[in-house]
C-alpha cells in the first residue's frame, strides 16, 4: 500500500519569495513515480513536475523544482518567485511502477492550499 | 500533450435521478481509465479503475450498482451515478492511465460538478 502525506494544510508566502510545500511518503514499491499537481479554483489538475525513484538529480521544471530524498522519503516541492497565479490547492501524489500488466493509480496526499500575498 | 475532455462540465439534478458523466480521449487509445471523487477541501480518492471491454474495478466502499461505469471503448468511458442523493453532490475527475514503466502520463479531465438538490 502506498500513503503521501502533507503536514501543511495552508501555506502563505509573499510574492517573488520562495516556498517549500512539504510531502512525504511510503511505500513497498521498489520502483515508483512521485508527481506535484496544481489544482485551481476551476479544478483542473495540472501536472507540474515528475520525479522517479531511481533518478540521481532532482526534478527541476522552470520555477519548480522537487527536492528529493529517497531515504527520508520526502519529496518536496520548492516554488521560487511565487506568483499571485501560484496561488492554488498543490498535491503530491505517487504511482507504482510495475514491470509488465495495466496502468496504476495514483495516491494523492490530502492537499496544501498556498495562498501568494501581494 | 494528450486531451481528455468530460461532459457536462457541470450538472444539477434531483434526488432520486440519474446522471451520466462522459470522459473522452480525444488524441489517444485509453485502455484504462480512473474515476476520482473529490469533495470540497478534500483529496481525490480514487472510487473505480475501467479497463476497457472489460468490468471495473470498485475500490472498497464504492458501491458498483450506484456508480456504474462503462468503458466500451478505447476513447470513451462513462460513470452514471445512479438514483443519486445530496451526498453524492462532488467533483467528479476522470484520468488516463499510464502503462506500466511509462513516466507521466497520466492525462486529467477537466472535472464535473455535480450537485444533487
Known amino acids: 500500500a502506498q500513503k503521501i502525506t502533507q503536514t501543511q494544510p495552508g501555506m502563505f508566502v509573499q510574492e517573488k519569495e520562495a516556498v517549500t510545500l512539504d510531502c512525504t511518503y511510503d511505500t513497498s514499491d521498489q520502483s515508483y513515480g512521485l508527481f506535484w499537481y496544481k489544482q485551481p479554483s476551476s479544478g483542473e489538475m495540472i501536472f507540474l513536475i515528475y520525479?522517479?525513484?531511481?533518478?540521481?538529480q532532482n526534478a527541476t521544471e522552470g520555477r519548480y523544482s522537487l527536492n528529493f530524498q529517497k531515504a527520508r522519503k520526502s519529496a518536496n516541492l520548492v516554488i521560487s518567485a511565487s506568483q499571485l497565479g501560484d496561488s492554488a490547492m498543490y498535491f503530491c501524489?505517487?504511482?507504482?511502477?510495475?514491470?509488465?500488466?495495466?496502468?496504476?493509480?495514483?495516491?494523492f496526499g490530502s492537499g496544501t492550499q498556498l495562498t501568494v500575498l501581494p | 500533450g494528450a486531451v481528455v475532455s468530460q461532459h457536462p462540465s457541470w450538472v444539477i439534478c434531483k434526488s432520486g435521478t440519474s446522471v451520466k458523466i462522459e470522459c473522452r480521449s480525444l488524441d489517444f487509445q485509453a485502455t484504462t481509465m480512473f474515476w476520482y471523487r473529490q469533495f470540497p477541501k478534500q483529496s481525490l480518492m480514487l472510487m473505480a479503475t475501467?479497463?476497457?471491454?472489460?468490468?471495473?474495478?470498485?475500490e472498497q466502499g464504492v458501491e458498483k450498482d450506484k456508480f456504474l461505469i462503462n468503458h466500451a471503448s478505447l476513447t470513451l468511458s462513462t460513470l452514471t451515478v445512479t438514483s443519486a442523493h445530496p451526498e453524492d453532490s462532488s467533483f467528479y475527475i476522470c484520468?488516463?492511465?499510464?502503462?506500466?514503466?511509462?513516466?507521466?502520463?497520466?492525462?486529467f479531465g477537466p472535472g464535473t460538478r455535480l450537485t444533487v438538490t
Open positions: 501524489a505517487m504511482r507504482a511502477f510495475i514491470s509488465s500488466g495495466s496502468a496504476r493509480q495514483l495516491t
Open positions: 475501467s479497463n476497457e471491454g472489460s468490468k471495473a474495478t470498485y
Open positions: 484520468s488516463s492511465g499510464g502503462l506500466a514503466g511509462a513516466t507521466y502520463e497520466q492525462y
Open positions: 520525479q522517479g525513484s531511481y533518478d540521481e
